[in-house]
């Protein structure tokens, strides 16, 4: 939940997905352990065996019952926009599936410059590494761990399933409040030397 808050629209497919195979998911549960990839969670329910199919039955839900139930985090347009007022690039590295993190994105007017998807964690560094991003902003210590590996700095938002302690304990090299820290933070950044590199979400 570093841009968007896909906990409505999260709720709403995993009761569709009960719904479609008539097995209870605890969606209230569910979506207090957001972040790892689908699949994590698709095991606390269903057979070792059932899990590649249910988590494509899941995505091909996903369009229908959660784009519409999710939110912009607070000051996530404005970040968006003092990355391309710095003259970046803001580049969206997610362990969503990519075709739905684009459909959040579009839904919500959110212009990233790239979207990758289906990565987590220390995974996400090719991705960073290859857009050269220098700064990746995310919400759960999987994100400095990818930050990290990256050689990207690592900005932490407290406003995912990791609290401050947890993401500080992390290794977090800048820990706001909610993205609407983020541009008076990046203008101090870059006051401080640096240009206006790629900068990730």
Known sequence: MTLIDSRPGIKAAYRALSARTGTHVD??????????????EIRRWFPAEWVAEISELYRELYPEHAITGTLAMPGAREAVDAVHAAGGRAVVVTAKYEPNAKLHLAHLGIAADAVIGSLWAEGKAE????????VYVGDHTGDVRGAHTAGALSVAVATGPCGADELRAAGADVL????TDFPSWLDRYLAGG???????A
Not at 27 to 40: I, Q, S, Y
Request: aromatic share 0%; no cysteine.
């Open 176 to 179: 706001l409040g909610d993205l």
């Open 127 to 134: 991705a960073l590494r290859e857009h050269g991003a220098r």
């Open 194 to 200: 640096a240009d206006g590199a790629a900068a990730s």
């Open 27 to 40: 969606a209230d549960a569910a979506v207090t352990r957001l972040g790892p990839p689908l699949e994590e």
